[in-house]
Structure formats: C-alpha cells, structure tokens
C-alpha cells in the first residue's frame, strides 16, 4: 500500500509556484480545469512524488484566516539549512510563522509555518 499527500487550495497555480521554489519541487503530471486551475497537479523532486495540488472545490470552507490544522506537512532530511531556510522564506512570505527557523531538542534547523493558503508545514534538516 502507497499513500501520498494531497492538499486542496484555493489558488492553486500560485500554490504551486510557491511550493516548487520552497522544496526545488518540479511538475511532472497535470490536468488544468475550464477555469484556469489544477484539478491535479503532481510535484516531484529529485524524481520521487512529493505532493499532489488541487484547487479547492467551491462547496469546501474557505476561511482565509491562518488557523491550527488538524494534519501537518513533515519535511525533513532536507539535506542543508540552506534548503530549510529557503522553504522557510517562501512558506512564510503571506503566511503565518508558528515557530521561528531555529534549533529544537531533536533538530538543529527547523520550523513550523502555516503558509498563505493555510497549510501548515514542519521543515526540518
């Protein structure tokens, strides 16, 4: 059994922008709607799956403000904290910082953003 993570934005064209210069991630597969938006779109890096991107459908709550999520997106073995502290800026650009790029007891670089389309994000070396 797989399982990969999906997660449903409005906005999707400028999430995934946002999420290839975050993670160095590159399209591989998309279906564009009607309307100018992803009804999938799978980013890759390094050539493994990463994540899926769909925009919102119209029915689903669109509360704009940053709240706590029930599921968050764990990044780690990102390799340098270069890495980690550019997903950081891009993630946070419009978004909300939870806990600051820093050392923890378990990491010595990492940091929890919830970005602008509300999906929150742990990033880690």
């Not at 997660?7 to 597969?29: L, P, Q, R």
């Not at 073995?77 to 978004?95: F, I, P």
């Amino acid at each position: 059994m797989k399982i990969n993570s999906q997660v449903y934005v409005t906005g999707s064209f400028e999430a995934v922008d946002m999420y290839c210069k975050a993670f160095g991630a590159e399209i591989s597969f998309q279906i564009k709607t009607e309307e100018n938006t992803y009804a999938h779109c799978e980013l890759t890096v390094n050539g493994q799956l990463f994540l899926a991107v769909s925009e919102a459908p119209f029915d689903c709550d669109h509360n704009k403000e940053h709240v706590w999520q029930t599921m968050a997106f764990n990044v780690y073995e990102m390799g340098t904290e270069e890495a980690v502290r550019n997903a950081y800026d891009v993630l946070r650009e419009g978004g909300t910082v939870i806990d600051a790029l820093g050392p923890c007891d378990w990491n010595p670089c990492c940091a929890n953003v919830i970005d602008k389309f509300g999906v929150f994000w742990w990033i880690a070396i």
